[in-house]
Structure formats: structure tokens, C-alpha cells
């Protein structure tokens, strides 16, 4: 069972305990995300997540931070999305307070050097201008974009160009300081180690560091004002389309309900719309859909890639199956699948220690409520037909729909799509 212990400078301390495992994972999570930065902060959370690898109070640059966790056949890795940035080291059992000791020096006391910063801008620089020319991983940001507007949510993670161009290295400490704070944090930690051990070596280090300022999540995004299409040409020969929604926040009473859509929909092979637009019809290699959960908000996103030319036809047959869901066409045994389905990827992806700590983490950080692994089986077993149709008619609705496409410079057929979704 996952244990809970709360520091009273804020650190809160969740962990999973995998008795038979040969490893351990330690992750700290951090609610420092696009969401909480300020004007003339944005890309801040991204950049500084870059610059924590390069060097530590202990360990001073780059090449020592790796080593002490490779050196031992670990590994090593963070991540930023909107809400939250996350280191986590992974390493055998034996080394679990190496893994903390390198996590949590890594995380409060970067060294921040500036020649380290003036080499990350130009790595980063260089990412947001690959993600941009690339049309099948631009179009997920344009329709993200779109259903949140000017909300901190529709900001790109990595802040635009001329934001990662101008954040400085004092502007770099400064949110450093204020947001790495203990009770900005979460210490997750799943594997061969006991609740207590954890506790007792987190003591050592955080009880020193004072706590900073509540952590500010910003108000929720206001409901989408009506329908969107949104394009923006590319030189290329693919044409990448997003249908999105706006949807449910973590901890929504309807969660496993989206999770099961999810599923009829777009995620797998089984999948309506791949058994539809792939196998039937043959319009697109790439076609599947996904969930977004946030704090107090949500979307859900169908997506394809196509030959130009059958961007309609593409288009028509998705909108044909979340019609055909809306009207309530699934049968049990249909329904049955979906839940066996969703069941067997969310309990066999937290069979390892590493899945379950990030899982424990995003969480406790996100909701505040310590994650169990019986709410999955429940709350999927839970669905029925008419919660799938109810759910479909609540939130896959056209006038708050939002369709973003990246089409090759050289098409001309935007109307059609405009006018199929303006139909619909």
C-alpha cells in the first residue's frame, strides 16, 4: 500500500514499497510548469530543467551528475509539461541513497552557471524550431494552443524563441528560488525500499530549507467561447489534423468514462476510428486519439495524418464516429472490451517500480490525494453504454470543437474543411 508523510516545512513524501524488485525509482516533482510562470517568464520552468543537469552543489557540472547515476547502471532523466517539471533517477536497490543524493542536490542547490545557460538556450532554441517545421508534432501545439487561448495552458512548454532568447540567468535563480521550495515539491519513491528509510534520509536533507510562498495554480482556463479552426501551412507532403475538446480535470467524477471514449475512439488498434480510417478505408497511416488531465481543467484530442487530397474524407469519418458514439451505438460486449482494455494497459503499466513512482508523484502533486491502484479496476468497471453516451453529448460537442491543421503549403481545399465542420 502507498504511504504518505508530510514535512512541516511542506515536503510531502509518497512511496510505494515493491518488496521483490531489483530497483528503485526516485522522482521529485516540482509544480513549477507554463501554468505558474509569469509575463516575461515564460519558458522559464523548460530552461531550468535543462540547466539542474548541468552541474550541482556536489557535483559541479554535467558530466559528474551523470556519471554518479550511470556509473552505477542507472539512469537519470527529467521532464516539463504545464503544470509540473519532474526529475527521477532510476538505480539498483543497493544505490537508492546515491539516487537521492544526486535527485535532491540536483534540485536544490543547481549550479546555474552561466556559460551552461548560454549552451542550453542555443540546445533549446534548436528544439522548439525542430518541433515547430515538424507538422505531425506542431499541430497537437496548435490545437493546445487554440482551446486555451491566452490561459497559461495554451503556452508552448519551452516558451516561444523570442522568450528563450531573452530569459536571463538571474531571472533563471530567482524562479529557481521561489518555486523550488519543499512545499512546491513531492519526493516520490517506488521500489525496494521502506516508507521509513525514505522518510528518514528526506529528513536529513529538507528539514533545513524553509518553505516558500503557497504554490499560486492561476485561475481555470474560462469555457471555450464556440467552434475554432485554425491552420498554418508547412512545406511538406503530410497533412496533420487535430479535432479537439475541451474535457475533464484529474479527479473528475467521469474520468474513467473519458478513458473508456478514449479508447472506442482512437487508442489502439481495435479502435474505431483506426479500424475505420486505416484498415477499412485506407486514408491514413497515423490516426488515434488521447486524453489531457489537468488540475482544473482537460482535453481530448482525435488526430490523424493524410494525403491532402483525402484531408475531407478523413475529416467526415471522424466526425462520423463521434457521432455514431454520441447516438449511443456500442453494445455490451463491445463495452466490455474497451474496459478489459483500458484495465489491462493502466494495471500492467504500473507493474514497475518506475511507472508506479511517477504515477504517485504527478498525483499527490496535481490533487493532493495519495494514489491507489484499486480505484482503477473500480472506477473502469464502473462505465456503462449510457455513460458513454451521456459523456459523448456532454463534451464532444460541435460548437466547442476546435480543429487545428498543418497542410502543405501548395493546398487549397481549407473552405472544404471549413465548411464540413461549420455543417456538422
Known amino acids: 500500500m502507498p504511504e504518505k508523510t508530510v514535512l512541516d516545512n511542506g515536503l510531502r513524501i509518497v512511496t510505494e514499497t515493491f518488496p521483490h524488485a531489483q530497483s528503485v525509482t526516485v522522482a521529485v516533482f516540482v509544480a513549477s510548469g507554463s501554468r505558474h510562470e509569469r509575463d516575461g517568464e515564460q519558458g522559464a520552468s523548460h530552461f531550468l530543467e535543462h540547466l539542474v543537469f548541468q552541474g550541482s552543489a556536489r557535483r559541479d557540472n554535467q558530466f559528474k551528475v551523470a556519471r554518479a547515476i550511470e556509473g552505477v547502471g542507472g539512469s537519470l532523466n527529467g521532464f516539463t509539461h504545464h503544470e509540473a517539471t519532474c526529475y527521477h533517477a532510476v538505480t539498483l536497490a543497493e544505490d537508492f541513497e546515491l539516487a537521492m543524493d544526486v535527485i535532491i542536490d540536483m534540485v536544490l542547490y543547481p549550479c546555474l552557471h552561466e556559460s551552461a545557460m548560454e549552451k542550453e538556450r542555443q540546445i533549446i532554441l534548436q528544439e522548439i524550431k525542430s518541433n515547430r517545421e515538424s507538422g505531425a508534432a506542431w499541430v497537437h501545439e496548435l490545437v493546445q494552443q487554440r482551446m486555451f487561448q491566452d490561459h497559461p495552458l495554451g503556452q508552448l512548454i519551452t516558451g516561444a524563441e523570442q522568450n528563450v532568447a531573452a530569459l536571463t540567468r538571474a531571472q533563471c535563480v530567482a524562479y529557481q528560488q521561489a518555486n523550488y521550495r519543499p512545499n512546491s515539491l513531492v519526493l516520490a519513491v517506488a521500489g525496494n525500499v521502506e516508507h521509513g528509510a525514505v522518510v528518514e ?38 497533412l496533420h489534423l487535430c479535432l479537439g475538446f475541451r474535457a475533464l480535470p484529474h479527479r473528475h467524477p467521469d474520468s474513467f468514462v473519458l478513458g473508456v471514449i478514449d479508447i472506442l475512439l482512437g487508442s489502439g488498434v481495435t479502435s474505431r476510428l483506426f479500424q475505420e480510417i486505416r484498415e477499412n478505408l485506407g486514408l491514413a497511416y497515423d490516426v488515434g486519439s488521447y486524453t489531457q488531465p489537468y488540475r482544473d481543467a482537460g482535453a481530448f484530442v482525435l488526430y ?33 472490451e474497451a474496459k478489459q482494455f483500458a484495465k489491462g494497459t493502466l494495471l500492467l503499466g504500473l507493474e514497475g517500480p518506475g511507472a508506479y513512482a511517477m504515477m504517485l508523484g504527478e498525483r499527490e502533486l496535481l490533487t493532493e490525494e495519495l494514489f491507489q491502484v484499486e480505484e482503477i479496476s473500480a472506477g473502469v468497471n464502473r462505465v456503462t453504454t449510457e455513460d458513454i453516451q451521456r459523456v459523448s453529448q456532454e463534451l464532444l460537442r460541435s460548437e466547442g470543437a476546435t480543429l487545428a491543421v498543418v497542410p502543405p503549403k501548395r493546398w487549397r481545399s481549407e473552405g472544404k474543411l471549413i465548411d464540413l465542420m461549420a455543417s456538422w
Not at 495554480?217 to 467561447?225: D, E, F, R
Request: glycine content about 10%; some cysteine.
Open 201 to 238: 534520509l528526506a529528513r536529513r536533507y529538507f528539514e533545513p530549507v524553509a518553505p516558500g510562498s503557497p504554490v499560486e495554480w492561476g485561475v481555470p482556463p474560462n469555457g471555450q467561447a464556440g467552434p475554432a479552426v485554425v491552420f498554418e501551412p508547412r512545406t511538406a507532403e503530410q
Open 304 to 336: 490523424a495524418s493524410v494525403e491532402p487530397k483525402r484531408a475531407v474524407q478523413c475529416l467526415r469519418a471522424i466526425l462520423g464516429g463521434v457521432d455514431r458514439l454520441k447516438e449511443g451505438l456500442i453494445d455490451e460486449e463491445e463495452l466490455r
